[in-house]
């Protein structure tokens, strides 16, 4: 057990003695849901849906997320629907938008306490679409999906990467390394990395920008299982890609977080 596990041992809703096992098992599950980043070259055509299309219906999502104030993980989970979907069912440009829309109703129903109402959907879609619509394309997705509608993200693994470390254990760095993981969410091509992965590097990031120290020392590499070696590759792609990212998509991310 981890020194900050057992800092919480006296509370129960921590369930300290499992945390080794969760996160565990939450490796294992990532593995088991991974989707191939060239997927979009495989199975879409290229006519139809490329990466910068995938790269503009994620900034729209961000932000509507933002619009309705929906929980952290109601993003990635979207993402994760639509990525597991389109590899491996083939749709057109213009079925994207309503792609979108019913991701977004799935893991809100899936994540949120209230989520929104599918006519508030509809009209922040600028009801481009109708009512039966979408849920005929919500049926299409959970049935090509078997109902398997959720995985660890990378957002999990960055509040658990937080516990783990005393250097970067606050709410700045913790939220500029969510911000560049959601930049990262834009690039399919990161795909080839898992969740995990994504999470460990968008936080090296935030604290060798902040704090200007390497937050993967032997205690992270211990209680991760990840060599520092091993994160540099990640952390070097996911910072040439913040780096050199259009701006255009991250003017909503920069509106976000700077509230």
Same mark, same amino acid.
């Given at each position: 057990m981890t020194f900050s596990d057992q800092l919480d041992l006296r509370n129960p809703q921590m369930v300290s003695e499992f945390a080794t096992d969760i996160y565990t098992t939450m490796r294992e599950q990532e593995n088991k849901f991974n989707v191939e980043a060239s997927y979009l070259s495989k199975v879409q055509l290229p006519t139809e849906v490329k990466d910068t299309s995938r790269a503009f219906l994620v900034e729209w999502i961000i932000d509507v997320h933002r619009k309705f104030r929906l929980l952290p993980e109601t993003l990635?989970?979207?993402?994760?629907?639509?990525?597991? #979907?389109? *590899?491996?069912? %083939?749709?057109?440009? *213009?079925?994207?938008?309503?792609?979108?829309?019913?991701?977004?109703?799935? *893991?809100?129903?899936?994540?949120e306490i209230y989520p929104p109402d599918l006519k508030d959907l509809l009209s922040v879609s600028e009801n481009k679409f109708s009512r039966a619509e979408v849920l005929a394309m919500e049926q299409d997705m959970l049935k090509t999906l078997q109902f398997d509608i959720t995985a660890p993200t990378a957002y999990r #693994?960055?509040?658990?990467?937080?516990?783990?470390?005393?250097?970067?254990?606050?709410?700045?760095?913790?939220?500029?390394? %969510?911000?560049?993981?959601?930049?990262?969410?834009?690039?399919a091509s990161l795909l080839k990395y898992c969740p995990s992965e994504v999470a460990g590097a968008a936080l090296i990031l935030s604290t060798k920008c902040i704090k200007k120290v390497n937050v993967? /020392?032997?205690?992270?590499?211990?209680?991760?299982?990840?060599?520092?070696?091993?994160? %540099?590759?990640?952390?070097?792609?996911?910072? *040439? #890609?913040?780096?050199?990212? /259009?701006?255009? #998509?991250?003017?909503?991310?920069?509106?976000?977080?700077?509230?």
């Open positions: 990635y989970v979207t993402v994760f629907l639509i990525d597991r #979907f389109l *590899s491996l069912k %083939q749709i057109k440009k *213009s079925q994207l938008h309503i792609l979108g829309v019913t991701a977004l109703l799935i *893991s809100t129903k899936y994540e #693994f960055l509040e658990r990467f937080r516990k783990l470390s005393s250097v970067a254990n606050d709410d700045k760095i913790f939220f500029f390394a %969510q911000y560049l993981q959601e930049i990262a969410l834009l690039d993967w /020392n032997k205690e992270m590499e211990k209680a991760t299982d990840y060599k520092d070696e091993h994160m %540099q590759k990640i952390v070097e792609d996911v910072k *040439s #890609f913040v780096l050199e990212v /259009n701006p255009k #998509f991250l003017t909503t991310l920069k509106y976000k977080f700077s509230k």
